[in-house]
């Protein structure tokens, strides 16, 4: 990472960079959470202008809450295992009093009565809530272009866009903002900004991590996960969110995910797929950095398979008719009654019509439009049927190919960060990005994005590692061993 040396020396403290560190410094009273986000408000101060990647930094309740830690530690409570790390949040999550706009002018004005579960986990294990983060609207899109407030840029390259949804977390870590970050992700909306940006991102096992005060875009692919600069920070947030919830009627019944413990476990003898007829389309900068990956995890000890997974080609045909179809259900709620924004009409179907037409931007309602058009009658088999039929293909794709290997690598991007503006008139272009993300999300298995070096213009690669379900252990593996191999290489992470 390209900050990753910078540890900043704020009033003769120096700040670490990483969570681990943070926390570490916090609970044993070496450093003051106050400190600690004093240096970090004082880093967005000074790039936030050129980078865009909250929608509102909270900066009198993170004081208050950096506050309350610090008095913690003085009174002899562990604040937990995040005390005092700043993190920041996206904007499709419910924070209780706290505009969640989801980046969508519908939902000018609504402030979340609850806190989602994962924003109150992360605050029971001391971390302190810094903003909320700029996204594509409703979380629809691969470049963070389709915000109703505005593009997030790329901190490496501010010509250039920081990939999406969850751009603005991807942003808010690689440009120092915060240590930590929480994204959501339908169809690679954590990976593939993370790959954009140069950090780590996870989307874990649907399942995992509780849905519950995630506002929901298509419930059966959506999953909440972290972004870092480092791959164990990755595995100690996912460590602090997961865990079964009651509160999501799809969060599995079981203890938290344990991962920090396997991370110097290393490769020797893991089976690494390489999928011979994965779709292709992606640049040659790209495909070289995964080259360079299956070599690394080879050197480690690790062993290459060759899988075959025919049906993953449909996946981003069978995406863009399952995720519009739940979308147009999940987003019939703005009606400009119980939410946010109204505009007034003569009569009810009109304000209706009125408010979803001034609230919506483009893509949002083009999802509308797609969705209620594959789910209504006479065409549901032939579009929404024939997309469920296909996502059960890739699950089975993936079940012969985890017979044969134990994780699966792909590039998670075919190509570097674009330039913006380059995508915006194009929605098949944009929707090309997650061609390799999106598999994962229809079978429901984790998948995450680790940087691996760069390509084209010294940008950043990311290389995709996937696992079946609750192969979180595996995968951290595999994405600290690569981690490890970048370090080795004087590449840094
Ligand atoms: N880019 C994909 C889409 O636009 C995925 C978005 C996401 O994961 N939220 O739907």
């Given at each position: 990472?390209?900050?990753?040396?910078?540890?900043?020396?704020?009033?003769?403290?120096?700040?670490?960079?990483?969570?681990?560190?943070?926390?570490?410094?916090?609970?044993?009273?070496?450093?003051?959470?106050?400190?600690?986000?004093?240096?970090?408000?004082?880093?967005?101060?000074?790039?936030?202008?050129?980078?865009?990647?909250?929608?509102?930094?909270?900066?009198?309740?993170?004081?208050?809450?950096?506050?309350?830690?610090?008095?913690?530690?003085?009174?002899?409570?562990?604040?937990?295992?995040?005390?005092?790390?700043?993190?920041?949040?996206?904007?499709?999550?419910?924070?209780?009093?706290?505009?969640?706009?989801?980046?969508?002018?519908?939902?000018?004005?609504?402030?979340?009565?609850?806190?989602?579960?994962?924003?109150?986990?992360?605050?029971?294990?001391?971390?302190?809530?810094?903003?909320?983060?700029?996204?594509?609207?409703?979380?629809?899109?691969?470049?963070?272009?389709?915000?109703?407030?505005?593009?997030?840029?790329?901190?490496?390259?501010?010509?250039?866009?920081?990939?999406?949804?969850?751009?603005?977390?991807?942003?808010?870590?690689?440009?120092?903002?915060?240590?930590?970050?929480?994204?959501?992700?339908?169809?690679?909306?954590?990976?593939?900004?993370?790959?954009?940006?140069?950090?780590?991102?996870?989307?874990?096992?649907?399942?995992?991590?509780?849905?519950?005060?995630?506002?929901?875009?298509?419930?059966?692919?959506?999953?909440?996960?972290?972004?870092?600069?480092?791959?164990?920070?990755?595995?100690?947030?996912?460590?602090?969110?997961?865990?079964?919830?009651?509160?999501?009627?799809?969060?599995?019944?079981?203890?938290?995910?344990?991962?920090?413990?396997?991370?110097?476990?290393?490769?020797?003898?893991?089976?690494?797929?390489?999928?011979?007829?994965?779709?292709?389309?992606a640049d040659p900068d790209v495909t070289e950095r995964?080259?360079?990956?299956?070599?690394?995890?080879?050197?480690?000890?690790?062993?290459?398979?060759?899988?075959?997974?025919?049906?993953?080609?449909?996946?981003?045909?069978?995406?863009?008719?399952?995720?519009?179809?739940?979308?147009?259900?999940?987003?019939?709620?703005?009606?400009?009654?119980?939410?946010?924004?109204?505009?007034?009409?003569?009569?009810?179907?009109?304000?209706?019509?009125?408010?979803?037409?001034?609230?919506?931007?483009?893509?949002?309602?083009?999802?509308?439009?797609?969705?209620?058009?594959?789910?209504?009658?006479?065409?549901?088999?032939?579009?929404?049927?024939?997309?469920?039929?296909?996502?059960?293909?890739?699950?089975?794709?993936?079940?012969?190919?985890?017979?044969?290997?134990?994780?699966?690598?792909?590039p998670?991007?075919?190509i570097v960060a674009?330039?913006?503006?380059?995508?915006?008139?194009?929605?098949?272009?944009?929707?090309?990005?997650?061609?390799?993300?999106?598999?994962?999300?229809?079978?429901?298995?984790?998948?995450?994005?680790?940087?691996f070096g760069t390509g084209a213009f010294g940008l950043p690669v990311g290389?995709?590692?996937?696992?079946?379900?609750?192969?979180?252990?595996?995968?951290?593996?595999?994405?600290?061993?690569?981690?490890?191999?970048?370090?080795?290489?004087?590449?840094?992470?």
């Amino acid at each position: 990472m390209f900050h990753q040396s910078l540890d900043w020396t704020v009033e003769m403290t120096t700040i670490p960079s990483t969570a681990a560190a943070i926390a570490d410094a916090v609970r044993s009273g070496v450093l003051k959470a106050t400190d600690v986000l004093e240096a970090h408000l004082a880093r967005i101060a000074e790039r936030e202008g050129e980078i865009h990647a909250f929608n509102l930094v909270t900066t009198d309740e993170a004081r208050a809450a950096a506050a309350r830690i610090d008095a913690d530690v003085a009174a002899g409570r562990d604040p937990g295992v995040l005390a005092g790390v700043p993190i920041a949040i996206k904007d499709n999550m419910c924070t209780r009093g706290i505009a969640t706009t989801c980046s969508s002018k519908i939902l000018e004005g609504w402030r979340p009565p609850y806190d989602a579960t994962v924003v109150q986990r992360l605050a029971a294990a001391g971390a302190v809530t810094i903003g909320k983060t700029n996204l594509d609207e409703f979380a629809m899109g691969s470049s963070t272009e389709n915000s109703a407030f505005g593009v997030t840029y790329n901190p490496r390259d501010i010509t250039r866009v920081s990939g999406g949804s969850s751009g603005g977390s991807a942003a808010a870590v690689a440009a120092g903002f915060s240590p930590i970050s929480i994204g959501s992700d339908t169809g690679g909306s954590i990976r593939q900004p993370a790959a954009l940006c140069g950090v780590v991102g996870v989307k874990p096992t649907y399942g995992t991590v509780s849905r519950y005060g995630l506002v929901a875009f298509a419930s059966s692919l959506d999953q909440v996960g972290p972004f870092s600069t480092d791959v164990r920070d990755s595995a100690l947030v996912l460590e602090a969110i997961s865990g079964h919830d009651p509160m999501d009627s799809t969060s599995i019944p079981q203890g938290p995910l344990s991962l920090q413990g396997v991370l110097s476990q290393g490769v020797e003898g893991l089976r690494v797929g390489r999928i011979t007829d994965m779709p292709g389309g992606a640049d040659p900068d790209v495909t070289e950095r995964l080259e360079a990956a299956f070599d690394a995890l080879q050197a480690a000890g690790a062993i290459m398979v060759d899988v075959q997974m025919p049906s993953m080609k449909y996946g981003l045909t069978a995406y863009y008719l399952i995720a519009p179809a739940e979308a147009s259900s999940n987003l019939a709620r703005y009606d400009g009654v119980r939410y946010g924004m109204r505009v007034n009409a003569p009569d009810t179907n009109a304000m209706y019509s009125a408010t979803r037409s001034a609230g919506f931007g483009d893509e949002v309602k083009r999802r509308i439009m797609l969705g209620t058009y594959a789910l209504s009658a006479g065409y549901y088999d032939a579009y929404y049927g024939k997309a469920l039929k296909v996502r059960r293909l890739i699950s089975e794709d993936f079940d012969r190919a985890y017979t044969k290997a134990d994780v699966l690598l792909t590039p998670t991007s075919p190509i570097v960060a674009f330039p913006v503006g380059a995508k915006s008139d194009d929605p098949l272009a944009m929707y090309l990005c997650d061609v390799y993300t999106i598999p994962t999300n229809l079978a429901g298995h984790p998948a995450m994005s680790v940087p691996f070096g760069t390509g084209a213009f010294g940008l950043p690669v990311g290389v995709q590692i996937m696992a079946p379900t609750l192969g979180e252990q595996t995968m951290f593996r595999v994405a600290a061993s690569l981690e490890r191999s970048m370090i080795a290489s004087g590449g840094g992470r």
